[in-house]
């Protein structure tokens, strides 16, 4: 029963694999062999689409098709034949199925799931190296800020798919037919939702003056938070170096950098927010929650908050038990000066004349 049970879960999920790159028709746990033509079909557009992909070192020996799906008398001994060296080029883990006898392993329980499911992950390995190129930041294309900004728009979208469950988009989509289906997701999920949800925060329309003035004030406001964390990760540094000086320190050096440099690096004084968040933005977000409220210490309590410190040495300091300087008092002098005797002396300096 649970051999069962976990087939039929590696089916549904491979099921789900499939319908998220586009391919519809899974023929079915119980029809996952190479005697199946549904099955031969299914394999032989994914390898074909890996094929268009450059996910293949060499081109196939066999025509246009990485896999021949043809329905002959000898189709199943081509299929398995071809198949074993697709997967010996894809260098598949399952040593089984990329030897000689990947018929016989094909037979195997939940050798067909497997293979499916191999097949889908480099499939969408593919897709994503292919859209790398659009999504890396890094080698800047000869178009400057531009294509900065044009590379995270594309960032975004591809966000917004996976958020919503869509495929990737194949190269040469145009946008117009993306947006279509963008929309028509959007507004099957909306009905799905509580009545008055996703109100946007900012309400009014936005005509061509109020977006530059929003991308003036975006850009200003980054501008400023970069400088108040850049301030924030110098007082870090500081801080964390001071804890170096103990005595302690040098004997845990070396796993107090281990522990916090990872953590480190990935603190950036770059904020990440765009006017993309802004539009995002719903109206709950402006609702203010105490910092002393449970579910905002559900994310801010931690072991450190129930250690007590223990006795201090006292500094003193402590204005109600220092006492007032009192005055200096001469006594009266025999040489006249009557009139300043027993007077108090304050220093008054002469005026220059």
């Known amino acids: 029963m649970e051999g069962a049970a976990a087939e039929a879960r590696e089916g ?30 299914l394999c032989a557009r994914l390898a074909a689409e890996l094929a268009a992909l450059g996910a293949l ?23 398995v034949r071809q198949l074993a060296g697709l997967l010996r080029e894809l260098h598949c883990p399952v040593r089984a199925l990329g030897s000689g006898d990947c018929g016989a392993a094909l037979r195997e329980p939940g050798a067909g799931l497997r293979l499916l499911r191999f097949l889908c992950s480099e499939l969408q390995a593919a897709r994503l190296l292919r859209l790398r190129p659009r999504l890396d930041p890094g ?48 507004s099957g999920l909306l009905p799905s939702l509580p009545p008055e949800s996703l109100q946007p925060l900012l309400g009014s329309p936005l005509d061509a003056p109020r977006w530059e003035a929003l991308a003036s004030l975006s850009q ?3 501008a400023q938070y970069c400088c108040r964390r850049r301030l924030l990760l110098r007082r870090l540094d500081l801080t964390t170096s001071a804890f170096h000086w103990s005595e302690r320190a040098e004997v845990q050096g070396e796993a107090m950098k281990a522990a916090l440099i990872p953590i ?31 579910a905002a210490r559900r994310g801010t309590c931690c072991a450190i908050n129930k250690v007590l410190m223990g006795d201090v040495p006292d500094r003193g300091g402590r204005p109600d038990e220092l006492e007032a300087p009192m005055p200096s008092w001469q006594s009266r002098r025999e040489d006249g000066g009557g009139r300043q005797a027993g007077r108090q002396r304050w220093g008054r300096k002469k005026k220059k004349k």
């Open 12 to 41: 549904a999920a491979v099921a789900r694999d499939l319908r998220a790159l586009g391919y519809e028709g899974f023929p079915g746990a119980e029809a996952l062999s190479p005697a199946c033509p549904d099955f031969r079909a």
């Open 139 to 186: 080698p800047a294309p000869p178009g400057g800020e531009g294509a900065e900004e044009g590379a995270g728009m594309v960032q975004e979208l591809v966000l917004t798919l996976q958020a919503l469950g869509l495929p990737r988009p194949t190269p040469g989509t145009p946008a117009s037919r993306l947006l279509r289906e963008l929309h028509a997701k959007i």
């Open 264 to 294: 480190r690096e990935a603190l950036t004084p770059e904020v990440d927010v765009s006017i993309a968040h802004v539009l995002a933005a719903r109206a709950d977000l402006s609702r203010l929650v105490p910092a002393t409220s449970k």
């Open 220 to 222: 200003s406001l980054r």
């Open 57 to 79: 070192e060499r081109e196939p020996e066999w025509g246009a098709g990485a896999l021949s799906d043809g329905d002959g008398p000898g189709a199943e001994a081509a299929f």
